[in-house]
């Protein structure tokens, strides 16, 4: 099955700086979902990318996924301590219907 | 509004004792899953189901039963012989097509004392 690997595992960061978040697959990527969760809540759907080389972004968040599919990115611009979070990579995994298979996770902190 | 419920959030139960928290959706959508989450570890699947009265097992379902009676609800059940069930439990859904996108609720925390 495929396995997701996310770094770093945990960032802490002064407001108003840039950071981000990595996502790389043992496999290539057909479908990669991110999503943010506050702590003991659900998690919140961000993005989803799918084709090589495709960038997306919402409002101070950009994510990419790289042109040969394995590895994805998460950018925040100008981080606010709404920002804060546990942010997890999601991929489909083709073999087996409908369901995904998630990263560990990064927990982000922003500082005031 | 259309969501996912789950319930209780918080949860206390003694060893040998069996749980059932409930997951419920509106939102019309035929798949639903189990995740279990612990500190570290992401999100692991144990059960998922796509349509009514039909469910596998994911990756972790020893200790863990569900039923699919109706597209609205999908029940988990920790059973007494699952060794470690202390975690936070996730449910989602996700609607009918090619995308993936999943829903979730906003989870149930299980400790076990």
């Known amino acids: 099955s495929q396995e997701l690997e996310q770094s770093p595992q945990s960032l802490i960061v002064q407001e108003g700086k840039n950071l981000t978040i990595n996502c790389t697959s043992s496999?290539?990527?057909?479908?990669l979902y991110w999503y943010k969760q506050k702590y003991g809540e659900g998690l919140i759907f961000l993005m989803m990318?799918?084709?090589?080389?495709e960038e997306k972004s919402h409002e101070k968040i950009t994510a990419k996924l790289d042109e040969k599919k394995q590895q994805s990115s998460l950018h925040i611009t100008a981080s606010q301590p709404s920002h804060a979070g546990i942010y997890l990579c999601g991929a489909d995994n083709p073999g087996s219907a409908r369901q995904l298979t998630f990263g560990s996770g990064t927990q982000l902190t922003v500082l005031p | 509004d259309g969501g996912i419920t789950q319930s209780p959030k918080y949860l206390f139960r003694k060893e040998g004792q069996n749980v059932t928290l409930s997951c419920e959706q509106n939102l019309n959508h035929d798949a639903m899953y189990w995740y279990r989450q612990d500190p570290g570890q992401g999100l692991r699947l144990i059960y998922y189901s796509q349509i009514v009265n039909d469910f596998q097992k994911g990756d972790i379902a020893e200790g863990y039963s569900v039923s699919r009676e109706k597209k609205e609800s999908f029940p988990l059940t920790v059973t007494s012989a699952q060794k470690n069930p202390t975690a936070f439990y996730l449910c989602?859904?996700?609607?009918?097509?090619?995308?993936?996108?999943?829903?979730f609720g906003e989870g149930s925390r299980l400790t076990v004392l």
């Open positions: 990318l799918q084709k090589g080389g």
């Open positions: 989602a859904s996700s609607p009918p097509g090619l995308r993936r996108e999943l829903f």
């Open positions: 496999k290539t990527l057909y479908g």
